[in-house]
């Protein structure tokens, strides 16, 4: 790895008296999050388009330090916002945005910027305008904005976009990205007024600490006096770095002493992560710790670091839940590091493993732990199989609705996904089974792709019709069933079901067998057709099918049945018709749609 070559930062830093008052630098992030708005121009007699200044703009000198950016006073900007001409209004504007970012008035620089480019779109193309909008982003607070802003690839080299950056950077807790725009931003550090550089100082310093490079800090930190809590935070930092713990713990006391709650908060961490790493406390304690100062201190770099410490922490004593409850944490409310990606391997193997089905971790507890990290699981078929097989288990110990709802969340992540075809079908079939027919369709409307193929299609709107047959609306199940290859024979299933004799027996007559063996739904279908032509006394029909088929049922079980219910109408005892329906296997002739017709609804 290469190392970070640091300049001397301050040309002036040792002429730094003790004398100086101290003026620690303004929090960023206490920043309201919605800047004040600078006060109106005046208004123009009627609606005008300004001509384009993106391309003016872009012709002018370039900005590399502060002493670039205009120095206006307040009535000189406003004298030339309301002399100026429409050609020359946007001039006048960007000269009082950057006579305001000189000043360090972050939130009126962003407004009038704002207003600029509501009249030239083509500004945000602009290398200087994006400075000036990175610029006044990181005075509010609003680090991952600015750094967007400042990204543009003809700002890399320029000095003034990598001050800013590295402010940025540091304020947003990534540190190591700030110690990498150091070299750079050097000439318009040090272009700056005492005053002005102090924030950008501490941005630095923050940089160096993270690369290892403490040597330059305690020069840097010159600038500010012994009593300054931000420095005495940095200087205990950079100390533990450098070998030096019982210095480095003493400045962090003071620090804690008399810095706000956040550099207190950011102390505490610091000391934390020193004592571990002198081995000074136990992992366990140090655990205890951290989630101590996360239950008071919540966000921002502090709690990311606790998290990160704590992970790390859990990994070494082997305790996976501990270690899991963290990453899910910073997974959730933190933009991943570069170390993510190592993260989410370890982590997903570890789910793999107290997931599967010879595990011994127990299913309820299986099903919590999928449940309460389930968006750290694998992506992709892996994720697919393994929330599976865990469906699996819950639907083999009747736990249906648990099931229905883990593969839900699983079905909702392969959004316009091929495969999420397969798992609709599964997740409403859940549904389903769990007395809840609303939410599986719910499920599959909301699932609904033009990608799919035709047996995907017709699987859906398989189960689609016994959702809406559960509903009670018979008809749109059966118009659900149009065109669908077996469709007559779930048809026929729910006219057995009612009592629809008539619409049985046509729908039913389609699925007759030939009169060779009969299978046991075989033998379902023809038993049901005669006690259906009994029921309506269709003397002929009944006939027929006794033809058909006698010699088949002759040496089956069902062969009285099938002999008490084929034989002429007038012969028959109405009384032994339900012995007769008994006898009929139980095997339904449409399998898996037999049984979700079954689920109890409500």
Same mark, same amino acid.
């Given at each position: 790895?290469?190392?970070?070559?640091?300049?001397?930062l301050?040309?002036?830093?040792a002429?730094?008296?003790?004398?100086? %008052?101290v003026?620690?630098?303004a929090?960023?992030?206490?920043?309201?999050?919605?800047?004040?708005?600078?006060?109106?121009?005046?208004?123009?007699?009627?609606?005008?388009?300004?001509?384009?200044?993106? =391309?003016?703009?872009a012709?002018?000198?370039?900005i590399?330090?502060?002493?670039?950016?205009?120095e206006?006073?307040?009535e000189?900007?406003?004298?030339?916002l309301v002399?100026a001409?429409?050609?020359?209004?946007?001039?006048?504007r960007?000269?009082?945005?950057?006579?305001?970012i000189?000043?360090g008035?972050g939130?009126?620089?962003l407004?009038?910027?704002?207003?600029m480019?509501?009249?030239d779109a083509?500004?945000a193309?602009? +290398?200087?305008?994006?400075?000036?909008?990175?610029?006044?982003?990181?005075?509010?607070?609003?680090?991952r904005a600015?750094?967007?802003?400042?990204?543009?690839?003809?700002?890399d080299?320029?000095?003034?976009?990598?001050?800013?950056?590295?402010?940025a950077?540091?304020?947003?807790?990534?540190e190591?990205a700030?110690?990498r725009?150091?070299?750079?931003a050097?000439p318009?550090?040090?272009?700056?007024d005492?005053?002005?550089?102090?924030?950008?100082?501490?941005?630095a310093?923050?940089g160096?600490?993270?690369?290892?490079?403490? =040597?330059?800090?305690?020069?840097?930190?010159?600038?500010?006096?012994?009593?300054? &809590?931000?420095?005495?935070?940095?200087?205990?930092?950079?100390?533990?770095?450098?070998?030096?713990?019982?210095?480095?713990l003493?400045?962090?006391?003071r620090?804690?002493?008399?810095?706000?709650?956040?550099?207190k908060?950011?102390?505490?961490?610091?000391?934390?992560?020193?004592e571990v790493?002198?081995h000074?406390?136990? %992992?366990?304690?140090?655990?205890k710790?951290?989630e101590?100062?996360?239950?008071?201190?919540r966000?921002?770099?502090v709690?990311k670091g +606790?998290?990160?410490?704590?992970?790390a922490l859990?990994?070494e004593?082997?305790?996976?839940?501990?270690?899991?409850?963290?990453?899910?944490?910073?997974?959730?409310?933190?933009q991943?590091?570069?170390?993510?990606?190592?993260?989410?391997?370890?982590?997903?193997g570890?789910?793999?493993?107290?997931?599967?089905?010879?595990s011994?971790?127990?299913?309820?507890?299986a099903?919590?732990l999928y449940?309460?990290?389930?968006?750290?699981? %694998?992506?992709?078929?892996?994720?697919?199989?393994?929330?599976?097989?865990? =469906?699996?288990?819950?639907?083999?110990a009747?736990?249906?609705?648990? +099931?229905a709802?883990?593969?839900q969340?699983?079905?909702?992540?392969?959004?316009?996904?091929?495969?999420?075809?397969?798992?609709?079908?599964?997740v409403?079939t859940?549904?389903?089974?769990?007395?809840?027919?609303?939410r599986?369709l719910?499920?599959?409307?909301a699932?609904?792709?033009a990608?799919?193929?035709?047996?995907m299609?017709?699987?859906r709107?398989?189960?689609?019709?016994? &959702?809406?047959?559960?509903?009670g609306?018979?008809?749109a199940?059966?118009?659900a069933?149009d065109?669908?290859?077996?469709?007559a024979?779930?048809?026929?299933?729910?006219?057995?079901r009612?009592?629809?004799?008539?619409?049985f027996?046509t729908?039913?007559e389609?699925?007759?067998p030939?009169a060779g063996?009969?299978?046991a739904?075989?033998q379902?279908?023809?038993?049901?057709?005669?006690?259906?032509?009994?029921?309506?006394?269709?003397?002929d029909?009944?006939q027929?099918?006794?033809a058909?088929?006698g010699?088949?049922?002759?040496?089956?079980?069902?062969?009285?049945?099938?002999?008490l219910l084929?034989?002429?109408?007038?012969?028959?005892? %109405?009384?032994?018709?339900?012995?007769?329906?008994?006898a009929?296997?139980?095997?339904?002739?449409?399998?898996?749609?037999?049984?979700?017709?079954?689920?109890?609804t409500?």
């Open positions: 790895m290469r190392r970070l070559l640091i300049p001397a301050l040309a002036s830093a002429a730094a008296t003790a004398s100086e %008052p003026h620690p630098p929090d960023a992030h206490a920043a309201p999050a919605e800047a004040a708005a600078p006060a109106a121009e005046p208004m123009a007699a009627g609606p005008m388009a300004l001509p384009p200044f993106a =391309a003016t703009l012709q002018m000198p370039t590399t330090s502060s002493r670039d950016w205009p206006l006073t307040e000189q900007a406003w004298d030339g002399n001409k429409p050609d020359t209004r946007q001039l006048a960007w000269r009082y945005a950057g006579s305001l000189r000043r008035m939130a009126e620089a407004g009038v910027l704002r207003t480019a509501a009249d083509d500004l193309l602009v +290398a200087p305008f994006q400075l000036a909008t990175g610029a006044a982003l990181t005075m509010i607070g609003h680090d600015a750094v967007e802003a400042l990204s543009l690839p003809e700002l080299g320029n000095a003034e976009a990598c001050a800013w950056r590295m402010r950077l540091a304020a947003q807790g990534d190591m700030a110690a725009q150091v070299n750079c050097v318009a550090i040090n272009g700056r005492p005053q002005a550089r102090k924030p950008f100082t501490l941005a310093a923050r160096a600490i993270a690369a290892g490079q403490t =040597a330059p800090v305690f020069a840097w930190l010159k600038l500010f006096g012994e009593q300054d &809590a931000a420095a005495n935070l940095l200087r205990g930092r950079a100390l533990l770095v450098s070998g030096d713990p019982a210095a480095g003493f400045r962090l006391s620090a804690e002493l008399s810095g706000t709650p956040q550099i908060a950011e102390a505490e961490l610091a000391r934390i992560q020193g790493k002198l000074r406390i136990a %992992p366990a304690e140090a655990i710790r951290l101590s100062l996360r239950y008071g201190w966000g921002g770099m709690e +606790a998290l990160e410490l704590e992970f859990a990994k004593q082997n305790d996976r839940r501990a270690a899991l409850r963290s990453a899910a944490t910073l997974f959730r409310y933190f991943p590091g570069p170390e993510a990606a190592a993260m989410l391997v370890q982590i997903r570890w789910l793999a493993e107290m997931l599967a089905p010879d011994g971790t127990p299913l309820p507890e099903a919590g449940w309460d990290y389930k968006e750290l699981a %694998p992506a992709g078929a892996e994720g697919d199989a393994l929330a599976m097989r865990l =469906a699996d288990r819950l639907e083999a009747g736990l249906y609705p648990r +099931a709802e883990l593969l969340y699983q079905v909702m992540q392969r959004r316009q996904d091929v495969a999420q075809g397969p798992l609709s079908v599964r409403a859940l549904f389903i089974l769990s007395g809840n027919p609303v599986a719910d499920t599959l409307h699932t609904e792709q990608s799919y193929s035709d047996m299609r017709f699987d709107k398989r189960v689609e019709a016994v &959702a809406l047959y559960k509903l609306r018979e008809a199940a059966m118009a069933l065109g669908v290859p077996g469709g024979g779930v048809r026929s299933e729910m006219h057995w009612t009592h629809n004799w008539g619409s027996i729908e039913n389609a699925s007759l030939s063996a009969l299978s739904p075989n379902a279908i023809v038993l049901r057709q005669a006690v259906a032509l009994a029921m309506l006394g269709r003397e029909k009944l027929a099918l006794r058909r088929y010699a088949a049922f002759r040496t089956l079980p069902s062969a009285q049945a099938f002999d084929t034989q002429p109408a007038q012969t028959i005892d %109405p009384a032994r018709i339900s012995g007769a329906m008994a009929i296997p139980a095997a339904s002739p449409t399998g898996a749609i037999g049984d979700l017709l079954d689920a109890p409500g």
